[in-house]
């Protein structure tokens, strides 16, 4: 396509200052100061996509609002994006909001693989994640995508990281046999009914959750999975980590209205609102652990909300739900906690969990490992970050017990062990380009 840009290219254009090109398109996120303002930004938003026919992904936060730009017929950023970018920042400050783009991050996963052919399609059916090329991606653009890279040379051992994906109750049965179905194995069944571990052809491992079995830990006050679901008007929702609600729109104009309906529910109930906002289809939640779970008042705020979109003619699509956590076994939990919080931004919740403040990420899990497992992992963490917040994330990995072990492509990546050897790539995206034409060239 003629108008095709690079990251640096979108960076570098007039009027784009609010925003940072990631590893999928270009993001910023707009700070929000009292309710109902959110909900206005996306409004408008609506308004300039419909006008551009050019639609952004916007996830609406109890504090802010995120945007991202991105141009899917080009696979990466256009100038039809740097367009609708000024716009939403004009849009933003006509409100007041200030932006806030050194917050936005976006985590993917890479697994080295010996037959990459042999192990990606048990990945696809456990994430619910679709191919392309050589990658896995979500197509509603939430969760981490997965790379694929060839394995220099046999690691056995087992990972100390490992995937735990939530799904519905309704769905774990049907996802677990298509995960078997695909090359998967089970490597226990000790925590069945809670959840089934399972492996590829290689040893990776996933857990596949669901929340049943957990409700007895649940402080008075706060409702079961079973409760919620009892209490009617939530067919739609599922509980994963928090209820969710996935609603297939058909276009961008119903999800802004779904939204802005949902949100203003949630502002008179005075409960925080998670949306993310495709242009096929909106994902609701509410009551994530990180916000205190469900109990009457979010219980509320999802009747309304599917009542809402019910009115609106959408349709719920539950299977589509799932939310994602990475788990680490350590020897020492708080050292390689305070290493992931630092390399992540993540914040803390508990003695062993961390989440992205944001809520735009996996969340992490620590737990205690029995015996060291010095091999290196074949899966690793890539995090990629503004090109100008790239060399303090990497300070503060370090300064949390990290240590560089590869920095030759540095400042497009850095790879960073912690404590116990497990990686993260602290990366960037502007420049990448040109540099590969460079090279190529000469």
């Known amino acids: ?41 996306l409004e408008r938003v609506g308004v300039l996509a419909g006008a551009a026919n050019h639609h ?55 697994v080295d693989a010996a037959d990459r052919e042999q192990v990606m399609p048990f990945w696809g059916v456990v994430l619910g994640h679709s191919r392309s090329g050589e990658d896995l991606h979500d197509p509603h653009g939430r969760w981490p995508g997965l790379w694929f890279q060839a394995m220099d040379e046999p690691r056995p051992l087992r990972n100390r990281l490992h995937l735990d994906v939530f799904v519905p109750h309704d769905v774990r049965q049907s996802r677990v046999d298509a995960a078997l179905a695909a090359g998967g194995r089970v490597t226990t069944e000790e925590f069945v009914p809670q959840w089934w571990t399972l492996a590829d052809a290689e ?25 919620f679901r009892a209490a009617g008007g939530v067919e739609d929702w599922r509980v994963l980590q928090g209820a969710s609600a996935y609603y297939a729109t058909g276009g961008f104009d119903a999800g802004v209205e779904l939204v802005a309906r949902a949100a203003r529910a949630a502002d008179e109930a005075g409960v925080p609102l998670f949306a993310d906002l495709r242009y096929s289809g909106v994902t609701l939640r509410v009551g994530p652990p990180e916000d205190g779970w469900i109990g009457p008042a979010r219980l509320g705020v999802a009747q309304r909300a599917q009542a809402a979109a019910r009115d609106l003619g959408l349709r719920a699509e539950p299977a589509v739900l799932r939310d994602v956590q990475l788990t680490f076994d350590a020897l020492d939990v708080d050292a390689v906690r ?25 969340s992490v899990f620590l737990q205690p490992m029995a015996e060291p497992r010095v091999q290196r992992n074949r899966v690793h963490v890539d995090v990629f970050v503004p090109a100008d917040v790239a060399d303090a994330r990497v300070a503060a990995a370090v300064a949390a017990g990290g240590t560089v072990v590869r920095d030759a492509e540095a400042p497009f990546w850095r790879t960073v062990a912690d404590p116990e050897g497990n990686e993260v790539d602290i990366a960037v995206i502007p420049g990448r380009a040109e540099r590969w034409a460079g090279e190529s060239a000469g």
């Open 338 to 362: 305070r290493f992931w919080a630092a390399a992540l931004g993540y914040l803390e919740r508990g003695s062993t969990d961390l989440y992205d403040p944001l809520l735009r990420g996996p």
């Open 1 to 41: 396509m003629p108008d095709e840009i690079t990251a640096a290219g979108f960076e570098s254009a007039a009027g784009t200052g609010d925003w940072r090109a990631l590893a999928r398109g270009a993001s910023t996120l707009f700070r929000t100061q009292a309710p109902g303002q959110g909900a206005v930004l």
């Open 203 to 227: 040893g990776n491992e996933a857990d596949v959750i669901a929340w049943e079995g957990f409700e007895e830990d649940l402080p008075d006050g706060l409702l079961t999975p079973a409760e």
């Open 56 to 110: 952004p992904d916007v996830d609406l936060r109890p504090d802010g609002v995120v945007v991202r730009v991105q141009s899917h017929d080009v696979d990466g950023l256009s100038e039809r994006d740097v367009a609708l970018a000024r716009e939403v920042s004009a849009a933003a400050a006509d409100l007041g909001l200030a932006a806030d783009p050194a917050a936005v991050q976006e985590v993917e996963l890479t």
